[in-house]
């Protein structure tokens, strides 16, 4: 009976190519599923971004903090399709193209990035080229939402719209394309390595902030005419904690994101320079690095919940770069040094520099993010990277950070200098002592709430109330707070 | 069973149809355009609504004498 269905089965079995042909579709719908889904994770980033800032602001002005945030995904977004993609997919060799050969894994990919091209639209014969532009995408919003809460409760949402816009859809996307693709002439050349992007993404969103602070101004009356900083109470903190650990699970994402699996085509993970990895490899540094983090924040700024936290996601930003490469014991160190660095950087920029960063973005992101690449150079020196299999090298690395540092600073203090000229990068000085919120959609933010005093805490530990020390500095400036950045008598 | 399911014969009716036609098409390079544009009005329209409400209220604040200079100040500090 059985013996004279065999032929019959034989007759319907597929052939070879067929299941060439099935497995290859599963392998790209995998793929797809995979992107969608660290997309998906990814969001919580932004969840997270805006709950950190919002509960960082004064009750005057949560909304307009977060509205900055919400609002990142609407410019940034179209500005990333329209040409952001384009420069990743056409500016990989630099620009004007230095003509050295430069193998390009994916050819052709120039112009699937246009957007006009058959793969930035529906097409039944491609399941990648949507989800992996889409991956991007969110790394551009996070370089945004990682300038942002820099700037809080004075810059105008309008400036921050058009900063974030060249942040994110062209300063981060042309460093990634030199220093975090497969073709990149940094990598293809120099064998740059910064595999889950710390400097690409991280450093270069600090930088640009740093930037753009230098021309934005402390917020009136941060610092005392001695130049000593006052401190601004967020009015939940709880709200910017919980932000943090949500940002830290998007990271799970972020860090999945960074990868390239497509296994008929590879035997398995890649990182994005084409360097083999696993999922596995890199988990493990992110969640060792948070521990570290967590415990050199926790130490460096004795205590203290914020940069606690903020700790974590600096030793996360250290070991970022070498996290295809490093050992889970050499990242718990590393991270260590990360959160530790991240604390008394803040601590620099915010009583040294004069530089109001309120969240202290430029230190957590910027600095550690330098930092993570430096630490290739010197603890991952030799590794093969790349299609090239270029030996990663600490001149190597220093010459990625000599090229972005310019690359990400010089365009952020230019632009926000000429928005200062034109009065469009800081709301007048009126409706920052009154609060962003009221100007900007005329209500306050918690009714049912009866409003407190709000209270600024003196360089000597005092507390006190806010309002007549908010108002003399607004008078003692006539009213144009123009309080100097890094200028003035210390003590 | 799923064998029978027509999805190539489908796809393909459907891949002929995509809205305003396929890439590089006219109609993709009219709607690329159009939507550029008003990405760009977007940009022109924050500034413009943002810069009206702040320049609203910070007149009406000083005109309300909510900011007056205080008659006594807490100190040497700006």
Excluded at chain 1, 181 to 205: E, K, N
Excluded at chain 1, 379 to 394: C, L, M, R
Excluded at chain 2, 13 to 35: E, Q
Aim: proline share 5%.
């Amino acid at each position: 009976m059985i013996s004279s269905l065999i032929p019959t089965w034989l007759a319907q079995s597929p052939t070879i190519e067929e299941l060439d042909s099935k497995l290859a579709l599963d392998t790209q719908i995998l793929t797809e599923t995979f992107y969608f889904w660290t997309v998906v994770i990814m969001w919580l980033i932004h969840v997270g971004f805006m709950a950190y800032e919002a509960g960082a602001a004064r009750r005057k002005n949560i909304m307009s903090t977060a509205m900055k945030n919400i609002l990142t995904i609407a410019v940034v977004t179209p500005t990333f399709y329209y040409f952001g993609w384009y420069i990743y997919g056409c500016f990989q060799e630099g620009w004007p193209k230095s003509g050295h050969a430069s193998p390009d894994a994916f050819e052709g990919f120039c112009g699937a990035t246009a957007p006009w091209s058959a793969q930035m639209g529906p097409n039944l014969q491609d399941h990648v080229s949507a989800v992996f532009f889409l991956a991007f995408l969110l790394f551009s919003w996070t370089t945004g939402s990682i300038m942002s809460g820099a700037l809080i409760e004075r810059v105008r949402l309008s400036a921050y719209l058009v900063l974030t816009a060249v942040l994110g859809s062209v300063v981060w996307i042309l460093d990634a394309a030199w220093g975090w693709s497969s073709g990149g002439w940094l990598t293809t050349r120099y064998g740059f390595h910064d595999a889950i992007a710390s400097l690409v993404v991280h450093g270069v969103a600090g930088a640009f902030a740093f930037g753009v602070l230098l021309n934005l101004g402390p917020r009136i009356g941060k610092y005392t005419t001695d130049g000593l900083a006052r401190t601004f109470r967020g009015h939940n903190t709880h709200l910017t904690l919980m932000g943090l650990m949500l940002i830290f699970t998007g990271f799970y994402g972020f860090y999945a994101a960074c990868l390239v699996i497509q296994s008929t085509i590879f035997p398995g993970w890649l990182n994005i320079y084409g360097s083999p990895t696993t999922l596995g490899a890199i988990a493990f540094v992110i969640t060792i690095g948070f521990a570290g983090g967590f415990t050199g924040g926790w130490f460096a700024s004795k205590g203290d919940p914020f940069w606690t936290l903020s700790g974590g996601l600096a030793g996360v930003i250290a070991v970022s770069a070498g996290a295809d490469v490093y050992h889970p014991s050499l990242a718990y160190l590393l991270s260590i040094s990360g959160g530790m660095l991240a604390v008394w950087a803040g601590g620099y920029i915010e009583k040294k520099l004069r530089v109001d960063d309120a969240v202290g973005a430029v230190a957590v992101h910027g600095v550690c993010g330098f930092y993570g690449v430096l630490l290739v150079g010197i603890f991952a020196g030799g590794y093969p990277t790349g299609i090239n299999n270029v030996p990663t090298s600490f001149g190597g690395q220093l010459m990625g950070m000599m090229a972005f540092l310019p690359l990400a600073f010089l365009p952020g203090y230019a632009i926000s200098w000429i928005l200062k000229k034109m009065n469009l990068l800081r709301v007048p000085a009126e409706v920052e002592l009154e609060g962003l919120d009221l100007a900007e959609f005329g209500q306050d933010f918690y009714p049912e709430f009866e409003r407190v005093p709000e209270i600024i805490i003196e360089p000597d530990g005092r507390e006190v109330e806010s309002a007549p020390v908010l108002l003399d500095a607004y008078w003692q400036t006539n009213g144009t707070p123009k309080t100097p950045v890094g200028v003035g008598e210390r003590s | 069973m799923f064998d029978a399911f027509p999805y190539d014969e489908w796809g393909e009716d459907v891949a002929d149809f995509w809205t305003f036609g396929g890439h590089n098409s006219t109609g993709t390079w009219i709607l690329t355009v159009l939507g550029f544009t008003v990405m760009l009005v977007a940009f022109w329209g924050f500034f413009i609504l943002e810069n009206r409400k702040l320049a609203h209220q910070a007149d009406r604040l000083k005109a309300s004498g909510a900011l007056d200079r205080p008659s006594t100040t807490t100190g040497p500090e700006a």
